[in-house]
């Protein structure tokens, strides 16, 4: 296990794979004309969603590659 990633050098490459930057114009404009608290509420309930999926691929996709005896 000495030649794993460590979790958050894993988790930033993940992050910059999903290409978060590149949805801001498309959530701006999808909540154009809600309030700014309306807006916050979205945007912290879709940033918990990403995390959980993260999360959930991380330790999921680790297991299963383990299973199949790959790193």
Known sequence: MADDLP???????L???MGPIG???SFAAATAGL???DRLRIAC?????AVIALALTV???TAA???VGTS
């Open 7 to 13: 979790l958050g050098r894993l988790a930033l490459l």
């Open 15 to 17: 992050f910059t794979l």
């Open 35 to 37: 309030a700014s608290t």
């Open 65 to 67: 590659m383990a299973r």
């Open 59 to 61: 330790f999921v996709g």
């Open 23 to 25: 949805v801001i114009p």
């Open 45 to 49: 309930y879709s940033a918990l969603v």
